[in-house]
């Protein structure tokens, strides 16, 4: 649904046609709903008015797309029972997105209003560390046995699947709950109704352990095509699901943080138009002043070489084709290992393939720059010829040194257990600009006898 149909939406709004209002919402899906909110608070609209608006059936799937400030609004303006039908109605782990975002105050009320069974199963999962498997799975889905016949086991989905988050994958256990198999929905139907569980379950399963890592879990969706993945405790007992819709939120979640560090900017949890002015303001200042401190290694080297600026003004004009050159060579070698080591493509253990890949590529790339800038420097007859080997050289120098710091930085910083991220254009081009004036000077020190 696009912005102008929101418009008329709004229309409605603003001339109280609510029955014709209420048969839209009715008729669309619950993400354009859940957008429409958006818009609507946006435009100061009732959005209590809206959600209450909508059938039970798609008020809780809708809730839970929300933004946790819109979330908050509606949970402070509608009465207990409204809360409990929420709650019941919501996944165990869409509850728990919703409650690790909210103040204390709001999520005192809505553990009040969950039913002690719901409760449980909330301050179970919430238990998990942050960012691990346990944290973001969900305890809602399908277990069989093994000796059931594919005539129970669809009889036993029947009874029990209108309140589980996926009926795509079934999982078998035994009575203490070790997990033996998974068995897909399709390859239930497709059988006979006397075959066993145990003949058409896959026993080569792939799973995590609650305490995994939760980007490790989204790669494992990745990279199998899964569904869902089960989750087990350390005596292989299963304890929960992942499926799919969180490993992609997991994977938003993460390529975000990834590319603000990129940017120089501590990582912020909620959406940049949802994120105070003076937030936003911290979340940059520290890598800010980092920058600005390290800079000044740069003004050091050009005070340590005055006097052969002195000597020969003319070198200045060709520092900032130096620098910039090559702080963008290192940015693009750091961004393509940082982006290959994200996708699990690059290990710290190919640090010498890594090397040796860049070097060459450095070779290839210095080599036509320098070219480039040897004709143009003849033809406009920049200073003698001594000047312009002393700037090709360290051009081709900056280059090569700019491409490997980029390409090998990044998987150092992994090797010390540190986000390669962090290792991206605005710290990469920052290294490069102090190296890159070294080896200008040393150059021109050497060639030019200054």
Same mark, same amino acid.
């Given at each position: ?145 093994k000796n059931m016949t594919v005539e129970e086991a669809i009889d ?18 035994? /009575? =203490?709950?070790?997990?033996? %198999?998974?068995? +897909?929905?399709?390859? @239930? #139907? ?6 066993? $569980? ?77 994120t105070g002015v003076f937030k936003l303001a911290l979340n940059r ?15 050091g080297i050009l005070a340590k070489y005055e006097s052969a600026i ?13 620098? /910039? =050159?090559?702080?963008?060579? %290192?940015?693009? +070698?750091?961004?393509? @290992? #940082? ?6 493509? $690059? ?104």
């Amino acid at each position: 649904m696009d912005n102008m149909d929101f418009g008329m939406l709004l229309e409605l709004v603003h001339d109280k046609k609510f029955a014709v209002l209420k048969a839209a919402l009715a008729d669309m899906n619950e993400a354009d709903i859940a957008d429409f909110l958006c818009e609507a608070d946006d435009a100061d609209e009732n959005v209590l008015l809206l959600f209450r608006m909508l059938g039970k059936d798609i008020s809780a799937d809708v809730f839970s797309r929300l933004p946790a400030e819109i979330q908050q609004l509606i949970i402070e303006g509608i009465s207990d029972k409204e809360v409990r039908n929420i709650i019941e109605d919501l996944f165990v782990d869409d509850a728990v997105d919703m409650i690790e975002e909210m103040p204390a105050t709001i999520v005192k009320r809505v553990l009040k209003n969950a039913n002690p069974e719901t409760r449980e199963l909330i301050n179970r999962i919430l238990k998990y560390p942050e960012n691990s498997a346990g944290s973001i799975m969900t305890v809602e889905y399908i277990a069989l046995k093994k000796n059931m016949t594919v005539e129970e086991a669809i009889d036993y989905i029947r009874r029990n699947a209108v309140d589980k988050e996926t009926i795509y994958d079934c999982f078998v256990t035994d /009575d =203490t709950r070790i997990l033996q %198999g998974v068995v +897909s929905f399709r390859s @239930i #139907i497709l059988s006979g109704s006397r075959t066993l $569980i145990n003949d058409i379950m896959e026993k080569n399963i792939i799973s995590a352990v609650t305490t995994d890592d939760r980007e490790d879990v989204a790669d494992a969706f990745s990279k199998y095509d899964l569904i869902s993945m089960p989750v087990v405790d350390k005596e292989n007992r299963l304890v929960g699901i992942i499926t799919v819709d969180d490993a992609v939120d997991v994977i938003e979640e993460e390529a975000t943080e990834d590319f603000e560090k990129m940017a120089g900017m501590l990582p912020s949890e909620k959406p940049y138009l949802s994120t105070g002015v003076f937030k936003l303001a911290l979340n940059r200042i520290p890598w800010l002043l980092v920058l600005m401190i390290s800079s000044m290694l740069t003004g050091g080297i050009l005070a340590k070489y005055e006097s052969a600026i002195a000597v020969l003004p003319i070198l200045v004009t060709f520092i900032p084709m130096l620098t /910039d =050159t090559g702080g963008n060579a %290192g940015s693009q +070698s750091s961004t393509m @290992i #940082i982006r290959g080591m994200a996708v699990g493509d $690059i290990k710290t253990s190919d640090f010498l393939r890594v090397f040796w890949k860049e070097l060459r590529v450095a070779v290839i790339c210095g080599a036509a720059l320098v070219a480039v800038n040897f004709v143009r420097l003849m033809i406009f007859g920049t200073g003698s010829f001594s000047i312009i080997m002393t700037i090709i050289l360290s051009l081709f120098a900056t280059v090569i040194t700019a491409k490997t710091i980029g390409g090998l930085l990044p998987i150092a910083a992994n090797a010390l257990r540190l986000d390669p991220a962090i290792m991206a254009a605005p710290l990469i081009t920052t290294i490069v600009d102090a190296v890159s004036l070294i080896i200008y000077f040393n150059l021109a020190a050497r060639l030019l006898g200054i």
